[in-house]
């Protein structure tokens, strides 16, 4: 099985294919190679040059349009003109941070609890959705007393040095925290994929995953924390499952005194369609939410919402302040985003669209023997893409393969799952119907090429 450092190697671009790129694109490439070096990674063998955005389209600097289906950063669209409004206005006011009192953090914070549980009652705010699941890792220590935290076999929590060491999706270069441990995701058939016969027995079969990591960490002297999750699992390769089926592990970590984060990042603000939050389609409350990327739009923003008694056990003993965390401008960014998909409806229209794109994609794969699985939530969809010899086993080149070849048609996505076998469909929310035809058509011939 390909490690998951492996695959983001091979799905970037490689410095000793620099001439096989054209001349523009070749001089901005080494110019970003000599100031910025290796780290910041360039997606695809063969780079795309993006200059411009508008809802789910972008185009390159030689003009041509792509359809994004990766992009939740955007979520209500590239160059949204309400985001893009209240961001300019609000910086033309002021921008600073939250030692001053000013309307923005505090009207959000009414607003965006509002939709979540009652349960929920506090906010605090950063930049990225890794500050937020760092801050929920320590709250959730200080709450609990333990430090042991639980999280899936393939999760990406974030890129700091506490949340990178609880993101076993970065690899085998990247060492875990001592007091993790990783339980592996049921399949898509066993959480009620289609032809499944184990869909009533998944919850609990993952909720005994999540007893038996609590008792090895405790068989080690280590005090259980917490369960750190993304509802939709989308690292492991988008296994939403069944709605409900991940109650029984919830109920396991409070009876063991842990807390449940529900980290939604990629599951909330209506991209699942089926509730506002991923965690809510379970029925379950969470004692920590965390959000990051599509709160505001582009604008650095994220979140963290509490239970009281549980963020007090952190906030009432140890100081956090975050510079760019909840400024007016921030704030405005998020505000709009909040208004946009309230006004405009975004949740239903992302289940309406995802279950056709489902559909859609489902008669693609009953054409080609590479594809498996297809299967998702709203706005969220994984494709299996496996060896056409046996129709089963995971495919992580061919996958990769697919993914040059949607490139070269101007459909833009990425690969997940521990063996990178797995288009990861997740477009902004403003994807529509009309989106679907290329979608599907584009890749049904990036197939067919390849089958031929």
Not at 221 to 249: C, E, K, N, T, Y
Not at 319 to 332: K, L
Not at 362 to 373: D, I, Y
Not at 388 to 401: E, K, R, S, V
């Amino acid at each position: 099985m390909t490690s998951k450092s492996t695959i983001m190697d091979t799905n970037s671009f490689s410095a000793d294919a620099l001439d096989l790129l054209d001349g523009e694109t070749r001089q901005l490439v080494e110019r970003r190679l000599t100031v910025l070096g290796g780290a910041y990674r360039l997606f695809y063998q063969h780079p795309v040059h993006l200059v411009r955005g508008e809802g789910q389209y972008l185009w390159d600097a030689a003009g041509a349009k792509y359809l994004d289906m990766y992009n939740n950063v955007a979520s209500v669209g590239h160059a949204n003109p309400t985001v893009a409004r209240a961001v300019a206005d609000q910086m033309m006011r002021i921008n600073t941070h939250t030692r001053y009192a000013h309307e923005n953090i505090v009207d959000y914070s009414e607003q965006i609890l509002a939709t979540m549980p009652s349960e929920i009652t506090r906010a605090m705010y950063m930049c990225t959705g890794s500050e937020a699941n760092d801050l929920a890792i320590r709250v959730a220590r200080e709450y609990s007393g333990g430090t042991g935290i639980i999280v899936s076999s393939e999760a990406y929590h974030g890129n700091t040095d506490l949340t990178s060491r609880h993101s076993p999706a970065l690899g085998g270069g990247q060492p875990l925290d001592a007091a993790c441990r990783r339980v592996r995701v049921p399949s898509a058939d066993a959480m009620g994929g289609p032809g499944s016969l184990a869909r009533e027995n998944s919850g609990q079969a993952f909720a005994h995953e999540i007893e038996k990591a609590i008792d090895d960490l405790e068989s080690h002297g280590v005090r259980f924390a917490g369960f750190l999750a993304d509802s939709i699992f989308s690292s492991d390769g988008v296994h939403p499952g069944q709605a409900g089926w991940l109650a029984p592990a919830v109920d396991v970590v409070h009876r063991h005194g842990g807390v449940f984060i529900a980290d939604e990042v990629q599951p909330g603000f209506a991209r699942t369609g089926e509730a506002f939050w991923g965690f809510a389609r379970h029925g379950v409350v969470p004692d920590v939410i965390t959000t990051g990327k599509p709160m505001g739009n582009g604008i650095p923003v994220s979140g963290l919402f509490a239970r009281d008694e549980v963020l007090s056990a952190f906030s009432d003993r140890l100081p956090y302040f975050n510079t760019f965390g909840g400024s007016p401008v921030s704030m405005a960014a998020a505000l709009a985003v909040l208004h946009e998909i309230q006004t405009r409806d975004l949740q239903q229209h992302a289940l309406q669209v995802g279950e056709r794109l489902r559909t859609e994609l489902r008669r693609v794969a009953e054409r080609h023997a590479g594809v498996g699985e297809v299967r998702g939530v709203g706005l969220y969809t994984g494709v299996d893409i496996v060896s056409p010899a046996d129709g089963q086993t995971a495919d992580g080149a061919l996958a990769l393969a697919v993914l040059e070849g949607l490139r070269e048609r101007r459909l833009l996505t990425s690969v997940a799952g521990a063996a990178g076998n797995v288009l990861k469909l997740r477009p902004p929310l403003v994807f529509d119907m009309r989106d679907i035809d290329r979608a599907c058509t584009t890749l049904d011939e990036t197939l067919t090429a390849l089958d031929a």
